[in-house]
């Protein structure tokens, strides 16, 4: 069992919880034999779950928890006292060797405080950031950060550049993957003080592809792999983006409806139009990563289903195999001595 990648899930966190995550994981056993999950939470309603479906009773076990954060709690006080919560429980099993990864759906407050007070900061990380996957025209783009940092400085930014980096090439499997920075224009001029500050060092980094620039309407078209930003802007493009990609999809099956011909048509295009909203639906590329943990921390949406719950804890085969942690540390601490020979000469 050694050679698993072991992965607790929140099994109480979330709008659906918990009936889709323990769906998910049961989705995610039978589907990769690589993993295992170990379902958080409170056993007896867990239980009951499990129990309407098959799998292999190997590869999933409950961790029992009696407590649950929700949503309105304030993150570091919740995280303090409700010390047998399934949050706090999941990100000890990380702390003491006992999991890998942790995927959650509930408070994204605490899940960000327990990351970095449980699980703790890889050494030489300033800032962790949420990096979630976000659909293009040509594939996906890791928005770096969307919501863990909002009051972040140039060196945070340079730090999410190099972390985002090292996740598209080692899990994404993008080679030199593209890194821009948001800006409302692409010239190098343009942009507030923290762009501003950020651009150079970005653009003097070798450990980096920089490309510049990249406006928000640029984004859906795949102009940049990594798409580095403070957390307030990257919050604001993700729920911009998810909230648009709801309204469209909504609209364009309204029109399908409103007349005989209409109807005939939407018949004919149905299988490729569904292909191709498909590519656009961001829960089969799982959650969003803590970047920058000792252990890998996946923050899902609130409202996840089975689907995300289960690419979330696959794509947490990868990130383990790929030592996506002893990566990050080792381009900080080289970039570090470059910075140090710099100031030397």
């Known amino acids: 069992m050694s050679d698993l990648v072991k ?3 929140d099994a109480m966190g979330g709008d659906y919880a918990p009936v889709e995550p323990v769906k998910g994981a049961v989705d995610a056993v039978n589907e990769n034999p690589r993993v295992q999950v170990a379902l958080v939470g409170k056993p007896d309603v867990i239980s009951s779950e499990l129990e309407k479906y098959t799998y292999p009773k190997d590869r ?3 961790i029992p928890a009696t407590e649950v954060i929700e949503t309105g709690e304030p993150p570091v006080k919740a995280i303090r006292q409700k010390k047998d919560s399934s949050i706090v429980v999941g990100m000890n099993l990380i702390r003491h060797g006992q999991a890998d990864a942790i995927v959650s759906s509930g408070s994204t407050g605490a899940v960000l405080v327990g990351g970095q007070t449980i699980v703790g900061r890889i050494k030489g990380v300033e800032r962790p950031p949420l990096a979630p996957l976000i659909p293009t025209k040509d594939g996906v783009s890791l928005l770096i950060d969307c919501g863990a940092n909002v009051d972040a400085r140039p060196s945070h ?13 080692h899990v994404m499997g993008v080679k030199k993957p593209r890194v821009a920075i948001v800006n409302i224009g692409v010239e190098e001029e343009k942009g507030n003080a923290l762009v501003k500050e950020t651009y150079p060092l970005l653009k003097a980094n070798p450990l980096i592809n920089f490309v510049g620039s990249i406006e928000a309407r640029e984004i859906p078209q795949g102009a940049a792999d990594v798409i580095v930003c403070e957390a307030f802007v990257g919050n604001v493009i993700l729920k911009l983006y998810e909230g648009v990609g709801a309204t469209l999809i909504a609209k364009v099956k ?3 409806m409103t007349s005989l011909r209409s109807k005939i048509g939407a018949l004919l295009v149905k299988p490729a139009l569904k292909e191709t909203l498909k590519s656009f ?9 803590l970047l920058g943990l000792k252990g890998l921390v996946v923050k899902t949406h609130g409202n996840s289903r089975a689907n995300e719950f289960k690419n979330s804890i696959l794509q947490c085969i990868t990130f383990t195999e790929q030592q996506i942690n002893q990566k990050v540390q080792e381009h900080l601490l080289e970039y570090d001595s470059r910075e140090v020979q710099q100031d030397g000469i």
Do not use: C, K, N, R
């Open 7 to 9: 992965v607790a899930v």
């Open 60 to 62: 999933i076990e409950i």
């Open 157 to 169: 930014l340079v730090q999410f550049a190099m972390m985002g980096s090292i996740y598209m090439e």
């Open 254 to 256: 309204e029109g399908m």
């Open 281 to 289: 639906d961001a829960s089969q590329y799982g959650g969003a990563p």
